[in-house]
């Protein structure tokens, strides 16, 4: 006897960004601020990494705090009703709880509630990834409209001792509502992973090897030189395979917003697309500093509130980073 058939749920053909939402620090740390238990200076961290000032929070203010404004801002931008949205994704390695997750409660703020929400750690690529899920959950009928945040304090793992990665930190999160669309707004994701160089970027020690009194609070350390090699070769390899994805060209694109990780690496990205002098780079990092999940929709946020004519453009966008882990797409900026 074969079992009843199922049902099964279908949606929207395409889906698209809808609006954009910011929120950084509000402390500005400029790198003479930085640079004393380094033994560094402000030109040496401009000429490594292209910072300036990076945004910090305050001690009292949490990542969950961050993605909340953001993640209003960008529900307001939409014009959708909350009440529509279904489904929130928030990419982070910022929160200060196992359990719950930040999207249930950040769900919960913006009157989301009940959608569904979970939060996924994909460490600088987190953004993509979660873009990448909305956009397959809501074509698949399981979600109507979507809020997907990138929201990180990274200045609750730095060690200001730390040469390797400290100095890069900073706090923000940045969020987009994803929704039906006439038109494709989001391309297929070029995504994966390497595990065998987990080592190159993470925590230093675990939270056992903490509450043991084994090692310090863990934070945030990497292996400078070969992140930066496989960030610059391999990433160039999953940007040009994104571009074929989506079906263009890198002649058809008007913005490219990759993670804020390091001037330098975005620079030679750049390079080795052979972007045209008209497509708009992001460089947010100058003034933010790397905030790993949130670098790609507070570089999007302010291309758009700068350039607002890309408004309906192509914009390509990677994600890369601890894991190791990537993620690129293209999407049709809103």
Known sequence: MSAPRLNQTTGPKYTRILAMGAARGSIDVPNDDL?????????WIRQRTGIITRKRAPHDVLAVDLATDAAREAVEASGVDPALIDLVL???ISNVQQTPSMSAVVADRI?????????????CAGYT???AQADA????????????????KLSDVVDGT?????????????????GPSDEPGISPTVWGSDGAKADSVGMDHTLVE?????????????????????AVWEMAKVAKQAIEAAGITADDLSAFIPHQANMRIVDELAKQLKLSKGVTIARD??????????SIPLAAHRLLTEHPELSGTLALQIGFGAGLVFGAQVVVLP
């Open 210 to 230: 903490f509450r043991d009194g084994e090692a310090a609070w863990p934070t945030l350390r990497q292996d400078g030189p070969v992140v930066f090699r496989w």
């Open 285 to 294: 990092i100058e003034t933010t500093g790397n905030t790993s999940a949130a």
């Open 35 to 43: 640079v004393g238990p380094i033994n560094s200076s402000d030109e």
């Open 137 to 152: 959950l809501i074509r698949a009928g399981v979600a109507h409209y979507a809020v997907v945040v990138g929201a990180e």
């Open 162 to 178: 730390d040469r390797s990665i400290s100095f890069l930190l900073a706090d923000g999160a940045g969020a987009a509502v994803i």
């Open 90 to 92: 928030i990419a982070t």
């Open 111 to 123: 009157g989301a509630n009940p959608a569904a929400a979970y939060d996924l750690n994909a460490a």
């Open 129 to 131: 990834y979660a873009i």
